[in-house]
């Protein structure tokens, strides 16, 4: 018969077995909580109104430019029949009730009839660029606010980063890194609300430079449809 032996470890405080081991408590850091200090607010104030500004502009623009690419059903077909058919009054009708820029550029194509086909090709396509800087309007400015809210941040950052070590050399001996920490952390936060208002307004910019293209595209395959609809036979 085997025997068994415990392992016996005195302890000195026998309070210490059951007593749980509390962790330090970590303070979560919010962004919000960042933004919102005084040190910062100068820098955030601005950049908040970019960012509004910006998603003003790109969903009104939006709506704007998938309005303008709504095509009324055989629209162009119907207009093919009345100019066919002598009639141009109806056609002229047809696209002033459309209210869409293809419906204007055809408009001023039909009110050229009976020119030379050079002159008619020249105002619909003049009518066409005016209608597209119509569709850009605004746009530029989401560019500048792209192009402009990082460097805002950056200067925030900069401005708070000599602020700090303007303080640490006036008061040399009554250095708290805690203080100094804060300081610069802040001062960081600027940088990354500038880069996030500065990627919104890029990306923003860019899916309207896309939806644009669209619609150029669009224009100029409906204008050269109706020049050759002017060269078929009655």
């Known amino acids: ?86 009639k141009i009054e109806s056609a002229l009708a047809l696209c002033k009730g459309n209210g869409t820029p293809l419906a204007r550029m055809i408009e001023k194509g039909i009110t050229r009839i009976g020119k030379p086909l050079t002159d008619i090709s020249a105002a619909i396509e003049n009518t066409g660029q005016l209608e597209v800087q119509r569709l850009e309007k605004r746009v530029s400015i989401l560019a500048t606010i792209a192009g402009a809210s990082p460097m805002i941040g950056f200067l925030g950052t900069v401005v708070g980063m000599v602020i700090a070590f303007h303080n640490m050399e006036i008061n040399p001996h009554n250095l708290d890194i805690s203080v100094l920490a804060g300081g610069i952390y802040t001062a960081l936060t600027t940088t990354i609300a500038g880069l996030i208002v500065g990627i919104i307004a890029y990306v923003c910019y860019n899916v309207l430079v896309s939806r644009i293209s669209q619609v150029v595209y669009m224009l100029e395959a409906k204008s050269t449809e109706f020049i050759d609809l002017l060269h078929e036979p009655v």
């Open 1 to 86: 018969m085997k025997s068994m032996f415990l392992l016996q470890v005195p302890v000195s405080n026998p309070e210490m077995i059951s007593a749980p081991v509390t962790e330090p408590t970590i303070e979560k850091l919010r962004i919000i909580d960042l933004a919102l200090m005084p040190g910062s607010l100068w820098i955030m104030i601005p950049l908040f109104l970019m960012l509004a500004v910006a998603i003003y502009i790109f969903v009104e623009r939006l709506l704007t430019i998938n309005k303008s690419v709504r095509e009324e059903r055989n629209f162009m077909n119907n207009i093919r029949d009345f100019i066919h058919s002598g």
